[in-house]
């Protein structure tokens, strides 16, 4: 028995909202689109046919409300919704609530979400269908004196983990019988906030292990097949930032051997549809971990290498159509990775980023390179939803075409805005750790020093090419207003206009508190530069994108500059490097604006105070962070000068607009 899918509804946001839409209208689908109060513009509304509101921005009054959904699917005329990932892609209720209001779920039976939902009864129910488990304990009872008995059994290093655990949270390595009430505490706590349900599990924590998945799907005519492996070994605070297939190493004879583990899993709770069974491998064995019910963030690797569309593959079998391809039949082709670019700020601690992404170029045009993105230009990452940008998946006929490729994608990617993991990511695929494909989940951590190196200098080059577009722009403003009705001005080439040899102009810029002093002469056709590390002849034109076609000491290169306020950002041959231009002009009249006022840039909490009333200053000197919305903001001293008193202390909160300390002029 079909049933007719003709006005699909996609549940989420971003960029799987916008890649679930691009595979329906494809299949002759019309498209409807739901969004929150702070998606009103969003990439995923415009994709679609047509997009309905339900709520204000928080998911719970948006994406995880079932009803207003529901709502929408009806005034739509949908007649299925497909969930995305995250939100209510493994939500029984929202399964159940699809089917009573007679509208399609695309996923699984509200049963096999029951079943897999638990990771304890998912165990126990993959025990009884022989699938092999990680040595632990992942009974009913939860009893502390029980549960620290039963970690002595087991052996330490244990870990703890929430039963109703996702994405990382509820988590912890217990390394002797001493730490581990406090351990069990810590992720009861955390269990309890993400999850609303502190039940735990305790198995033996495997020190060197890879996270090695595998892609399932079944019909509803009792077919059901594996569409080979993924490896997500690398990974932070045990969340997945690189992913690929097939996994380095893999055997024939053990890629059946999980495939049929895997398949095994799914029969085991009338599975439907697609769905990811995750393994825990090390050495020889491998052992069932978790399945996640709904489509994976890192399923396009699996379409690349199999040349599949999974998207359709789900539609279809929510149509009552059996599998496009038997076991026998399904590709394996080349070899795929997957990077997850997010805002976020690794060298501390990943902490996630919010802002506008004032300037946002991701690669295109390169061979074997897929970019699934939901945001563009403009758009801001808010602290409502997660913050990724963008998924580059780079696919290639062997795996070291496949990073190279992602190298070349990433040294193509541009945001400016709010930190990310770019460089970071970059790093990753340069190991040579990486192309030995040494994978296993300690990857990050081994690799710690190499991988985030933390700050270095400016490197000449940058600080030439910042240099250059700063020189750039001012001739063209110049020329600009010189001569605002000559529409053929030459402004865009090199200033030859100042041809008086002996003229300079000096330049400063700022790289956190320290100071950069540049001093430019003009030469026919360009410019000299003193630079603190020696000289250096500069010469370009500037694009209106700030894209310059420089030459530097003579060597001919393409780089692009972007400013946002104060702030220069230089991407040359795939490094990023940001600098502040210290505008004389603007600097006189922020002091002469705030009269030596100095105030809270907005709301926040004080979280570092460096002066104390009777210091000395000098100009641009940082004075007291203030912290906002996960993200601290330097207050610097505007002009040399005498603390004369400091309002606040750390931890204080303060109004936007709130004087934060007084400063007298140096006499
Ligand atoms: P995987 O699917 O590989 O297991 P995750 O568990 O990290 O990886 O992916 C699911 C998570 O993605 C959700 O828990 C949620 O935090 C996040 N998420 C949900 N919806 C979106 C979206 N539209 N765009 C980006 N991330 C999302
Ligand atoms: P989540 O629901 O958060 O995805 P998982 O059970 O899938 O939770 O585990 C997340 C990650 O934690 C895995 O990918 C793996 O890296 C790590 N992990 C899970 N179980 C173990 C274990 N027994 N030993 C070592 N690492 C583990
Ligand atoms: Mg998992």
Redesign the pocket.
Known sequence: MTRPIRTLLIA??????VRVMRTARAMGLKTIAVYSEADARAL?VESADEAYPIGPAPARES?LKIDAIIDAAQKSGADAIHP????L?ENAAFADACAAAGIVFVGPPASAIRAMGSKSAAKALMETAGVPLVPGYHGEDQDEALLAREAGRIGYPVLIKASAG???KGMKVVRAAGEFSEALASAKREARSAFGDDRVLVEKYLTKPRHI?VQVFADTHGNAVYLNERD?SIQRRH??VV?EAPAPGMSAERRAAMGKAAVDAAKAVGYVGAG?V?FIAEGDHFFFMEM?T??????PVTEAITGQDLVEWQIRVARGETLPLTQADIPLIGHAIEV?LYAEDPDRDFLPQVGRLDHLVLPSGIPGVRVDS?VRAGDSVSIH??P?IAKIIAAGADRAEAVGRMGAALAATEVVGLPTNRAFLQAIVAEPAFAAAELDTGFIERHRDTLLPGPAPVEPRALALAALHVLLDEARMSAQTADAADPFSPWGLAPGWRLNRSAFVDLTFADGAARIAVRAHYVPGGFHLDLPGGQLSVEGVMDDDGTLTARLDGVRLRARVVRSGQRLTVFAAGTERSLDHVDPRLASIEATGTAGRLVAPMPGTIIRVAVKAGDQVAKGDALVVVEAMKMEHTVAAPREGTVKSVRFAVGDLVDEGAELLVLEDAS
């Open positions: 989420n946001r971003g960029e799987i909202a995923h994406y995305g990932y995250g939100f892609s996702g994405g990382g998945e997500c969340q997945k992913e990811t995750e996640n709904r489509l994976q963030v890192e399923h997850r939901g939803y997660d990724m």
